[in-house]
């Protein structure tokens, strides 16, 4: 378990250790293409593998991928059975290849409303990648953050029902779906919107944010570098004035 990183200040200047995304854009790429959406999410694919290989080189060690929010399912009907079956052909023909990597393979969500053969293999590409520790990549699928907040207090109060009288957030971290992560260092949002979209709501509370208007399938790893610096020359003061900030470091 990690404690917030409101008290376990990281050291500045450094390569963010979680790097979180919300990769958007995917539909307008193409449609500036006159292509369908669903190439625009095809050409997603491979910006994820660029930065995949952009965080190991830069030495992240946590990689969070929004790719589905629980909102995604309000879209078309076939949009959602093409972006399903796009995450299956993803898994099969990746998994493997991220375990030779050393990637350790992750996803956070709702699963219940999957498809068994994509519960299967994610449960699969859990399982085989579980013991490697060069980068933890986390795919949120079917993920809201108000769904992961109300899923930890469930949960606690189940295990601990006497809680149901007052507790402290400390008691509930270990229940959210990324207990095993120390918090997002680094947010990014491509594709221009300033706006979270219920992604990590608890887990950003005091994450640096970083909006461009690169579209993601166009995000590559000379982005990768330049968002790593901009949250470089940033000073996180968690509360604390920059000068109790400086005598610190
Ligand atoms: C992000 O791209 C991918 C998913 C939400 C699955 P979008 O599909 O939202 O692309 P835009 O926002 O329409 O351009
Ligand atoms: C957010 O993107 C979710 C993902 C990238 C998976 P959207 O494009 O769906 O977000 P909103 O609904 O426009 O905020
Ligand atoms: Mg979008």
Redesign the pocket.
């Known amino acids: 378990m990690f404690s917030s990183s409101t008290r376990e200040v990281p050291e500045v200047g450094k390569v963010p250790r979680h790097l979180a995304i ?10 500036k293409r006159l292509l369908p ?1 669903v190439a ?2 095809k050409r ?1 694919v491979e910006a994820v593998r660029e930065v995949i290989r952009g965080c190991i080189e830069q030495g992240v060690e946590y990689l969070t991928l ?4 629980s909102e ?1 399912w309000r ?1 078309p009907a076939d ?1 959602v059975s093409l ?1 399903m079956q796009l995450f299956v052909r993803a898994l099969e023909q990746e998994v493997d290849k991220l375990h030779r990597n050393g990637v350790r393979f992750r996803v956070i969500g709702d699963l219940s409303r999957f498809e068994p053969r994509l519960v299967e293999l994610i449960e699969r590409g859990t399982a085989l990648t579980a013991g490697n520790t060069r980068l933890t990549l986390t795919i949120a699928a079917n993920y809201g953050g108000r769904w992961d907040i109300t899923q930890a207090v469930a949960r606690l109060l189940k295990v601990a029902p006497e809680k149901a009288a007052g507790f402290e957030p400390d008691d509930l971290a270990p229940f959210l779906s990324m207990a095993y992560a120390p918090e997002p260092d680094l947010f990014i949002r491509t ?1 221009g ?1 300033q706006r979270i979209s219920n992604f990590l709501l608890w887990q950003l509370a005091y994450t640096e944010l970083y909006f461009t208007d690169t ?2 399938p166009d995000f590559d790893r000379a982005a990768l570098v330049g968002a790593i610096a901009s949250y470089q020359g940033r000073e996180r003061r968690f509360g604390r004035t920059s000068e109790q900030v400086g005598a610190d470091a």
């Open positions: 919300i990769m958007d854009g995917n539909g307008r790429w193409a449609k959406r625009g999410h997603g929004f790719a589905f929010s995604n879209r949009e972006l594709g919107e579209l993601w």
